[in-house]
């Protein structure tokens, strides 16, 4: 049986036992609070409940680092739309320990995708398409870094407003524990 018929098989039994009920809200989040964090899969469950989140309390987004790699990317605006029009009033950046992106390096992801069949042309087209890969599939030094350039990114965007607190934490991945690596207020 392949994952998604697994899903499929899964899902019907859940929406026949009405299960879903208990996750009923609206689209706004209830501590207006926007969150970025890593899509590690140790986070899925331990990150809400180590923070202390239900269904329905945060807007959460979640990508490679928690990384904000471009200002005018999806993430940006999914932090944008969030604040302007689902009423989030505060943005945290969450970092973790032992991510995958700490020292990431382009040419292991690039020789990966070569080995899965991505051809030199394709590469040479994107180099001369003004795709600077090496930017772009990098990690950061330090998770603290990756971090605090987030934070830099989305408190200095020109269409965030200025009443918005933007903090920036650290999670260990074991046992979910937090630090501050940016207090969003002391601004």
């Keep these: 049986m392949s994952i998604i018929s697994e899903i499929l098989d899964h899902n019907r039994s859940f929406t ?52 904000v790699s471009h200002p005018f990317g999806s993430v940006m605006r999914s932090i944008l739309l969030a604040i302007y029009e689902l009423n989030a009033a505060e943005v945290v950046v969450v970092g973790h320990s032992g991510c995958g992106m700490t020292g990431l390096s382009c040419e292991q992801v690039i020789d990966k995708a070569r080995a899965r069949g991505v051809s030199e042309d394709v590469l040479a087209t994107l180099a001369h398409a003004g795709i600077n890969l090496k930017q772009w599939l990098t990690g950061f030094a330090s998770v603290e870094d990756g971090v605090r350039e987030s934070v ?36």
């Design 16 to 67: 026949q036992r009405k299960e879903y009920e208990e996750f009923r809200t609206d689209q706004f989040p209830n501590k207006r609070l926007v969150v970025l964090s890593c899509m590690d899969t140790r986070l899925v469950e331990l990150l809400p409940r180590a923070m202390g989140f239900r269904n329905g309390d945060v807007k959460m987004v979640k990508n490679a680092g928690a990384i």
């Design 152 to 187: 830099g990114v989305i408190r200095n965007h020109p269409l965030i407003p200025r009443d918005v607190p933007v903090h920036g934490l650290m999670m260990d991945s074991e046992s979910g524990a937090l630090k501050t690596i940016v207090d969003g207020y002391g601004r």
